[in-house]
């Protein structure tokens, strides 16, 4: 039997003659229609002073998040990680890294010397029946990876300081202990929300008995991960930035800044600050740049008024966003000659992969851009629907590269550093033809004139990073125990003396 494809989307009228027709059309009409483009699209075409607007936004919130008496109602928490120093080159030996943020677990064996970095890695499955068991079957699960992992590398007798990677929102109160808030991605683990993470790792590995040289000395989110990974190699890079499936930033923060440190304020006067940025705008500062295509975005999410920077910029939504103005364009005869189809008519089908596909396709063809409305069953199409829906994909990328700039040059006006290197991670920066040379552009354009920066690539920040993350810990420790050592050994000279 034959599968039946989805019904086709008849076209919305056939009174007017679409734009993209190859007959000739009137240049009144033409004209006509060329002035609807631009008012459906213009909306997301935002101005400088759109974005300057923003950032002052954001520099408002981050005052807040850092401000005891404002905290709570501010949207960007600014939380800070206890991460108080990057790797000065000088952390070496070997370290552990878990990276947890879905159905797959990450270890990691990492050998720092100097600048040298290699890694060994195994990825293992979390079953679903863990996934929403209990707490500790979970961690039992995980001190049973990392079991496995260090009996095939021969690690049982080694002392082995460790770095977690834990992708899900958490309270940090140290820099080894962070309280799970609430899980998401599919995980409901009992017993687990109100805890510290880092102390149900350690039951679990004492529960084996066969593991008493791990310790946990650091637990991270990937934006740390990027920074710290970067900074290995440029000690300038003092912002961490995620664009991925979703997008967050962290920076570093002078402690008297910080009105919500509870820490001592020995050197480095500095922390870490985990902006989670994603949140900005759901106070409604940001409705004034909000088009039809957020809004609807938005209603239909599964968190509604939440994340509305984020929904604006990462890879989760960019695709939806391009379908819906896409839609708008075709259910006004400008597109496909008014014909749609089932695929274009659904949610979430025009994927974020399509609008970097579409962008880096070679125009003397659009060979890429026609194979995706092959794809999504469309099958009216045209070299000026190439160019109209690659227009559209253009005007999404480039608000989404400029909203994040906007923070950015926000964070960087903010710190006052003269030189600064961003370390950036996700698959929206990674993969996107454009996005790096869009945010250097708007970048530049939106910080002080005295300050220079880079964007820089990070490489595997979720494991890289927090083997140095735990290294730094690791060496601040060591250096910790041999002050304590001295002051002893000067103490004991001096009763002799005495």
């Given at each position: 039997?034959?599968?039946?494809?989805?019904?086709?989307?008849?076209?919305?009228?056939?009174?007017?003659?679409?734009?993209?027709?190859?007959?000739?059309?009137?240049?009144?009409?033409?004209?006509?229609?060329?002035?609807?483009?631009?008012?459906?699209?213009?909306?997301?075409?935002?101005?400088?002073?759109?974005?300057?607007?923003?950032?002052?936004?954001?520099?408002?919130?981050?005052?807040?998040?850092?401000?005891?008496e404002?905290?709570?109602?501010?949207?960007?928490?600014c939380f800070?990680?206890?991460?108080?120093?990057?790797?000065?080159?000088?952390?070496?030996?070997?370290?552990?890294?878990?990276?947890?943020?879905?159905?797959?677990?990450?270890?990691?064996?990492?050998?720092?010397?100097?600048?040298?970095?290699?890694?060994?890695?195994?990825?293992?499955?979390?079953?679903?029946?863990?996934?929403?068991?209990?707490?500790?079957?979970?961690?039992?699960?995980?001190?049973?990876?990392?079991?496995?992992?260090?009996t095939?590398?021969?690690?049982?007798?080694?002392?082995?300081?460790?770095?977690?990677?834990?992708s899900?929102?958490?309270?940090?109160?140290?820099?080894?202990?962070?309280?799970?808030?609430?899980?998401?991605?599919?995980?409901?683990?009992?017993g687990?929300?109100?805890?510290?993470?880092?102390?149900?790792?350690?039951?679990?590995?004492?529960?084996?008995?066969?593991?008493?040289?791990?310790?946990?000395?650091a637990?991270?989110?990937?934006?740390?991960?990027?920074?710290?990974?970067?900074?290995?190699?440029?000690?300038?890079?003092?912002?961490?930035?995620?664009?991925?499936?979703g997008?967050?930033?962290?920076?570093?923060?002078?402690?008297?800044?910080?009105?919500?440190?509870?820490?001592d304020?020995?050197?480095?006067?500095?922390?870490?600050?985990?902006?989670?940025?994603?949140?900005?705008?759901?106070?409604g500062?940001?409705?004034?740049?909000?088009?039809?295509?957020?809004?609807?975005?938005?209603?239909h999410?599964?968190?509604?008024?939440?994340?509305?920077?984020?929904?604006?910029?990462?890879?989760?939504?960019?695709?939806?966003?391009?379908?819906?103005?896409?839609?708008?364009?075709?259910?006004?005869?400008?597109?496909?000659?008014?014909?749609?189809?089932?695929?274009?008519?659904?949610?979430?089908?025009?994927?974020?992969?399509?609008?970097?596909?579409?962008?880096?396709?070679?125009?003397?063809?659009?060979?890429?851009?026609?194979?995706?409305?092959?794809?999504?069953?469309?099958?009216?199409?045209?070299e000026?629907?190439?160019?109209?829906?690659?227009?559209?994909?253009?005007?999404?990328?480039?608000?989404?590269?400029?909203?994040?700039?906007?923070?950015?040059?926000?964070?960087?006006?903010?710190?006052?550093?003269?030189?600064?290197?961003?370390?950036?991670d996700?698959?929206?920066?990674?993969?996107?033809?454009?996005?790096?040379?869009?945010?250097?552009?708007?970048?530049?354009?939106?910080?002080?004139?005295?300050?220079?920066?880079k964007?820089?690539?990070?490489?595997?920040?979720?494991?890289?990073?927090?083997?140095?993350?735990?290294?730094?810990?690791?060496?601040?420790?060591?250096?910790?125990?041999?002050?304590?050592?001295?002051?002893?050994?000067?103490?004991?000279?001096?009763?002799?003396?005495?």
């Amino acid at each position: 039997m034959l599968k039946q494809s989805p019904p086709k989307m008849a076209p919305t009228t056939k009174a007017s003659v679409c734009v993209t027709q190859t007959r000739k059309t009137p240049k009144k009409r033409l004209q006509s229609e060329d002035k609807t483009v631009e008012n459906i699209l213009k909306p997301l075409d935002l101005t400088d002073e759109h974005y300057k607007k923003v950032m002052q936004l954001m520099h408002n919130d981050i005052v807040k998040g850092l401000t005891p008496e404002t905290h709570a109602k501010a949207n960007i928490k600014c939380f800070p990680t206890y991460v108080r120093t990057v790797p000065d080159g000088t952390e070496s030996g070997d370290f552990l890294a878990l990276d947890l943020g879905g159905t797959n677990f990450r270890v990691l064996l990492i050998n720092l010397n100097g600048q040298e970095v290699t890694m060994e890695s195994k990825i293992f499955l979390i079953p679903h029946h863990i996934m929403v068991g209990s707490g500790a079957q979970l961690f039992d699960h995980i001190a049973d990876c990392i079991f496995k992992f260090m009996t095939d590398h021969k690690l049982q007798d080694r002392h082995l300081p460790l770095g977690f990677t834990f992708s899900f929102p958490c309270r940090q109160e140290g820099l080894d202990k962070a309280i799970l808030t609430t899980w998401t991605k599919g995980f409901k683990c009992e017993g687990v929300e109100g805890h510290d993470i880092v102390q149900l790792l350690h039951e679990a590995i004492e529960r084996r008995g066969d593991m008493q040289n791990v310790k946990c000395l650091a637990v991270i989110n990937d934006t740390v991960g990027a920074l710290m990974s970067c900074a290995h190699s440029d000690r300038q890079c003092a912002v961490g930035l995620i664009l991925g499936t979703g997008t967050n930033a962290c920076y570093i923060e002078s402690l008297s800044e910080v009105k919500t440190w509870d820490g001592d304020f020995n050197e480095p006067k500095q922390v870490l600050i985990n902006t989670e940025w994603g949140a900005f705008g759901n106070d409604g500062c940001l409705d004034f740049i909000l088009t039809d295509f957020d809004k609807s975005i938005d209603k239909h999410s599964i968190n509604p008024g939440k994340q509305i920077y984020e929904k604006m910029i990462s890879g989760m939504y960019m695709g939806e966003i391009a379908r819906l103005a896409i839609e708008r364009l075709r259910k006004h005869n400008l597109l496909f000659d008014g014909e749609g189809s089932y695929h274009l008519a659904t949610r979430g089908r025009f994927y974020t992969k399509y609008v970097s596909e579409i962008e880096g396709d070679n125009v003397d063809g659009f060979k890429v851009t026609k194979q995706i409305f092959d794809e999504l069953d469309l099958t009216s199409h045209t070299e000026q629907d190439c160019r109209l829906v690659r227009h559209v994909c253009s005007l999404v990328s480039k608000r989404a590269a400029y909203l994040a700039s906007a923070g950015i040059a926000c964070l960087l006006n903010k710190m006052n550093r003269k030189e600064v290197t961003v370390g950036v991670d996700g698959s929206l920066y990674r993969f996107h033809p454009f996005f790096h040379d869009l945010m250097m552009e708007k970048t530049r354009a939106l910080v002080r004139p005295d300050i220079s920066f880079k964007l820089m690539l990070s490489h595997d920040g979720s494991g890289k990073g927090a083997a140095l993350v735990a290294a730094v810990a690791n060496r601040l420790l060591e250096e910790s125990h041999k002050e304590e050592d001295e002051l002893k050994t000067v103490k004991s000279v001096n009763s002799k003396t005495n």
